[in-house]
């Protein structure tokens, strides 16, 4: 199992505390070796999910870190929790994936979608293609 590293900073900023962190960002492979490590085959169909964005184009430009459940998408590696990024989440008793784009975390600006896990990667092609571009 992969662990993950925070490196934190807190901000006051407009007179209210906010608490800044990097997040360690992995490899595709040991993101799925992280998943691998959960629950048995709960989140097996998670996993495979993540291994099709691991065998794509986007795992090129794309860096995935962790937070709990969540596979966490940002631009650059190691980036910072206040910077535009994809979290996605896997409910196995539904069987629906969570995509939350957070488009300005400062002000708390984000847009949330829900498909199906068995059009999870075309859902997530939509997104990277008409979505965020």
């Known amino acids: 199992m992969v662990s993950f590293g925070i490196q934190v900073t807190c901000s006051t900023a407009n007179s209210y505390a906010r608490l800044e962190y990097h997040i360690r960002t992995f490899t595709w ?50 980036f910072n929790s206040y910077e535009p990024h994809l979290c996605i989440q896997y409910n196995p008793r539904t069987q629906q994936v969570t995509f939350t784009y957070f488009t300005d975390p400062y002000s708390y600006q984000r847009w949330t979608t829900n498909t199906p896990i068995i059009r999870a990667f075309a859902h997530f092609e939509h997104l990277m293609l008409r979505r965020l571009r």
């Open 29 to 78: 492979t040991e993101a799925i070796e992280h998943l691998d490590g959960l629950c048995g085959t709960t989140f097996r169909p998670m996993r495979d999910f993540v291994a099709a964005i691991a065998a794509s184009a986007y795992s090129r430009f794309l860096f995935p870190g962790s937070s709990m459940d969540a596979v966490l998408i940002g631009r650059l590696p190691d």
